[in-house]
């Protein structure tokens, strides 16, 4: 705390810009830099009154990093194109039966990753097709008037709301059945005998 003390009262004081950078024993990083300035405006005035450079080494190790990512995605992007039938010219016995067994794993990894598709798809779609025969069978079973077992439903055991219309469309004999039977007079009927008496 003395020590960032002691900056600020330089800044202050004297009117000079300030940067301070400490690491604790214990790796804690500490930083002071004057409110006029940055410290990287620090580091480059340094540089410019000291007339050496600060960051060759970084920009070298970076150059160096560059390099070698360039290399690769070239590397990455030949492999591609040989694995497309280009570039082969360059390319020795050896390299080319390589390049082939490389190319005859990928082909049956991809097969077998078809087929496992092409099963998986054909068996949800059996299931939605039974599903559907399902359906169908129950829906016909209903519109006929018959439950699950075959037997035909009647009102009282919980027949189909279908089974007025289903009626209907099968003559209606057991919705309107008309019976026209002869005139039977009533025997109890007090006006028979008045009738009989006057016939006789």
């Known amino acids: 705390g ?12 004297c009117d000079a810009e300030v940067s301070l950078i400490m690491f604790s024993s ?3 990083f500490c930083e ?8 990287k405006k620090i580091f480059d005035r340094y540089q410019q009154v000291s007339g050496t450079n600060l960051w060759n080494t970084q920009y070298e190790k970076m150059q160096s990093n560059l390099k070698k990512v360039k290399e690769d995605n070239n590397k990455l992007r030949k492999e591609i194109r040989q694995r497309m039938g280009e570039d ?3 390319l020795e016995i050896e390299e080319m039966r390589g390049l082939e067994q490389n190319l005859e ?10 087929y496992h598709v092409i099963n998986t798809q054909t068996e949800t779609y059996k299931k939605k097709l039974k599903s559907s025969h399902e359906a169908h069978g129950n829906l016909l079973a ?3 008037g ?3 077992n075959g037997d035909y439903m009647t009102g009282d ?15 209606g004999s057991h919705i309107f059945a008309f019976r026209v039977q002869p005139y039977q007079p009533n025997l109890h009927d007090p006006s028979y005998g008045i009738h009989d008496r006057i016939r006789s």
Do not use: Q, W
């Not at 003395?2 to 004081?13: C, D, P, Q, S, Y």
């Open 26 to 28: 214990t790796g804690k």
């Open 105 to 114: 794993s990928s082909l049956k990894v991809v097969r077998e990753r078809k």
């Open 157 to 171: 055991n919980g027949g189909s709301d279908y089974e007025p219309g289903i009626g209907m469309a099968n003559g």
């Open 2 to 13: 003395g020590i960032f003390k002691k900056a600020r009262e330089l800044t202050v004081l």
């Open 142 to 144: 209903a519109l006929d």
């Open 88 to 90: 082969l010219n360059d």
């Open 146 to 148: 018959r439950d699950e």
């Open 32 to 39: 002071y830099c004057s409110p006029s300035t940055t410290t």
